[in-house]
């Protein structure tokens, strides 16, 4: 029986990977900081868990054992992480270290966490220019892209078969920012009308954790040292994004397309970019790697997941509606309800009959 190790295990990208590896017949650990924190479902399918600190060497080395067939890194975010890797890695058949699509930069160094957003000339490759490797605070915009760079060179100048793989805006059962909740929290609390800006074209190329998981499947049976883009096989729009949700809850709402003409702070979804981003694939797909699904097809465990949380009150699967500056921009309710009356009043009264 092959055997995998997952570091931060317990999140998003380690649920999705360790119920894939198990199904398949895998032994499976993943490690943690608390074991409350280990999906049940990845428990019930017979995967076990190892407390060990991403940053303390030793608990990382009793964790590894005596090697494994695959090791998968999901909380690598520096080049100190990354060192920390290398001696593990050294055991392991294959190793993943999940980076980010954060990491490209367009023709003039602008990168997705810029005030300036990128303008790709088109599908992202691989060889793409990256931001230049740095080592300052890496939960900044500036720092977690170089950060990611400079942990992917230690990584590869290693010379060992690890595989880096670069998702894009990553969504799933266990997702500690779920960007879909802006829609599903407009479902449940039955708006009557959804507000998009940029007519809803916005387009920032989704990755589920499933298709993530297929992908380390794929690398783990042909070890060797790249880099991969992951992402889902097609690229909805914030509409489309918007529509599919909808579709799945039953959401019935008028839909509200802004033009520029509209306030700037309406309308706002995370998948908001001025200019296309998309991640070419052709590299994973001539490995061999193959999507479980698109992304309504992908994306649903999550928002089942969400709605199950909402009513059940589960306070670790739902995401903050307000006080929290990453949600509270694309739900202010009021400043939607004012635009709505103030529409309703340009429109003047219904001279229907009845």
């Known amino acids: 029986m092959p055997r995998a190790l997952i570091l931060g295990g317990t ?9 894939r590896l198990l199904a398949a017949g895998w032994q499976v650990t993943v490690t943690g900081r608390n ?20 940053a303390d060497a030793g608990e990382l080395q009793a964790a590894l054992a005596d090697g494994v067939e695959l090791l998968v890194d999901c909380i690598c975010y520096t080049a100190a992480d990354a060192r920390l890797l290398l001696p593990l890695a050294r055991d392991a058949g294959s190793t993943v270290l999940i980076s980010s699509k954060a990491v490209y930069v367009d023709a003039h160094g602008n990168h997705p966490n810029s005030d300036i957003k990128p303008r790709y000339d088109g599908p992202i490759r691989e060889t793409q220019a990256t931001m230049a490797p740095r080592d300052i605070d890496h939960n900044s915009r500036e720092g977690y892209g170089a950060n990611k760079v400079a942990a992917e060179h230690v990584a590869l100048d290693s010379g060992l078969p690890i ?34 800006a940029g007519r809803g074209s916005g387009t920032a190329h989704p990755t589920a954790a ?7 499947e794929t690398v783990a049976r042909a070890p060797g040292a790249r880099i991969l883009n992951i992402a889902d096989p097609d690229v909805p729009s914030a509409l489309d994004i918007s529509r599919t949700i909808a ?20 309308g706002l979804t995370p998948w908001d970019s001025k200019h296309p981003v998309v991640l070419d694939m052709s590299a994973a797909t001539e490995l061999g790697y193959r999507p479980v699904g698109d ?17 059940n009150g589960d306070r670790a699967g739902i995401p903050p509606a307000a006080g929290d500056p990453r949600f509270s921009r694309f739900l202010d309710y009021a400043a939607e309800d004012r635009f709505l009356a103030g529409r ?7 001279h229907g009959s009845g």
């Open 163 to 196: 595989s880096v793989l670069r998702p894009s805006l990553i969504h799933g059962v266990g997702a500690a920012f779920p960007r879909e909740w802006v829609f599903v929290k407009r479902a449940l609390d039955r708006r009557p009308a959804v507000l998009l």
């Open 35 to 54: 074991p409350a924190n280990m999906p049940s479902e990845v428990a019930a399918a017979g995967g076990g868990f190892v407390s060990a600190g991403r």
């Open 210 to 216: 499933a298709n993530v998981a297929t992908l380390i």
């Open 344 to 350: 309703r009043r340009r429109q003047g009264p219904s």
């Open 11 to 19: 999140g998003m990208i380690g649920r999705a990977t360790a119920l």
């Open 295 to 311: 992304y309504a097809t992908t994306v649903a465990a999550e928002v089942d997941w969400l709605v199950d949380a909402a009513r």
């Open 247 to 266: 579709r799945h809850l039953g959401h019935d709402r008028e839909e509200v397309l802004l033009d520029d003409s509209a306030d700037p702070d309406l």
